[in-house]
């Protein structure tokens, strides 16, 4: 935390989940009631852009005009963005996603209510666990901060502790409370152009790392395909997010994705049908976050993907 400067002493507060600032324009913060101005801070543009460099560099990367788009990870899981300008035309941006909310364990999540209240919460706590404990492979879905990292690695910590987890991540932000938990992270190409790893790469690299649980951190583009037939050959016991707007549009977001992986709908029905169990969709409103429904696939009369929630 000391490592944000400026910032540290809004991180350490422990609900603080993301900090963005906007330039000279001002500090918001997200402590688990929706975005709230921060009137107290302000630093010049010239400032937050040296802020912005300096925790880029701290993450091992650089930014300047001919590349003025950065994502990085810091120590403790700490998730920075920056944006330059011109590409960004209100001033040096920064989004800051702070690990504290993902290091919740299952039990903490219903007491916060994220299942709901009373006997709802708890049949929706006992499903949960019960799917963990028989090894059902599951998708959480949810838009942007909807708390899908935050959801998966607390269903991981419930994983039995002779069990290994090897998580793949772009950017590495889960915290999974477990003793056996190996975690890859993608590689972005050098200035040369050279040098990338992908998700696709490590996910074919971690099945030959025996895991009992397999673990993709986000689904967003070819990586889909390695899942799939992953999970289609005795990789039970896995999981995933998802971002997506609603449940019923999670199969049309899962033909996208195999479509750029060359696909057809039909072969990604069929393989997502025999590889999930269940589908877990995350919505925040008014910056509360709650489980809105449970799902599970199935094919349509036209063999073509669709979701039933149960």
Known sequence: ????????????????????????????????????????????????????????????????????????????????????????????????????AADRSLGALADAGLFGTGEACAARLNRLRAAVHGRQNLLITGAAGSGKTTLLAALLGEAPADERIVAIEDVAELRI??????????????LEGAGRIGLEALLREALRMRPDRLVLGECRGSEIRELLAALNTGHDGGAGTLHANSLDDVPARLEALGSLAGMSASAVARQTVSAIGLVLHLERTDGVRRLEAVGRFTLDSRDRLSIEAI
């Open 1 to 100: 935390m000391r490592a944000l400067g400026p910032l540290a002493s809004y991180a350490s507060v422990p609900d603080t989940t993301d900090l963005f600032v906007n330039g000279e324009s001002g500090l918001w913060i997200d402590a688990g009631h929706g975005l709230a101005f921060v009137s107290a801070w302000h630093l010049g543009e010239a400032e937050v852009r040296e802020l912005a460099v300096r925790l880029i560099a701290l993450g091992g990367r650089h930014i300047d005009e001919a590349s003025p788009c950065v994502d990085v990870r810091l120590a403790d899981g700490i998730r920075v963005h920056a944006v330059l300008p011109p590409v960004s035309s209100t001033g040096t941006l920064l989004s800051i996603r702070l690990p504290h």
């Open 177 to 190: 409370r477990h003793p056996h938990v190996v975690a890859l992270e993608a590689r972005q190409a050098n």
